[in-house]
Nanobody, 121 residues
Framework: QVQLVESGGGLVQPGGSLRLSCTAS????????MGWYRQAPGKQRELVAT???????TYVDSVKGRCTISRDNAKNTVYLEMSSLKPEDTADYFC???????????????WGQGTQVTVSS
């Protein structure tokens, strides 16, 4: 099995910064992509940013210029640096990884439990 553990959420004032981390562990052969999604109260989960094994990244328009996703392949860890945070960034943030386990041929999606980010004065 594969487990994803997030950390780094919390309460921050508007304009502030946070760094989220997510580490994947288990019988991992390869991770094709890692990413962050978020879900605000009463809203659907949305993609925030993704990064593939080669380093290419994508971002939702609402966070471009304010967030940076990065990845440490050796540690199976993905980071999300967020700055100039706004109240509308308030949400539960979930880590996602597209993983091929040892002994398997296919990749599967795995999710973390989520970490809460609250932007409020």
């Amino acid at each position: 099995q594969v487990q994803l553990v997030e950390s780094g959420g919390g309460l921050v004032q508007p304009g502030g910064s946070l760094r989220l981390s997510c580490t994947a562990s288990g019988s991992i052969f390869s991770i094709a992509a890692m990413g962050w999604y978020r879900q605000a109260p009463g809203k659907q989960r949305e993609l925030v940013a993704t990064i593939i094994e080669g380093g290419a990244t994508t971002y939702v328009d609402s966070v471009k210029g304010r967030c940076t996703i990065s990845r440490d392949n050796a540690k199976n860890t993905v980071y999300l640096e967020m700055s100039s945070l706004k109240p509308e960034d308030t949400a539960d943030y979930f880590c996602n990884a597209y993983v091929r386990q040892v002994g398997e041929l296919q990749f599967r999606d795995y999710w973390g439990q989520g970490t809460q980010v609250t932007v409020s004065s």
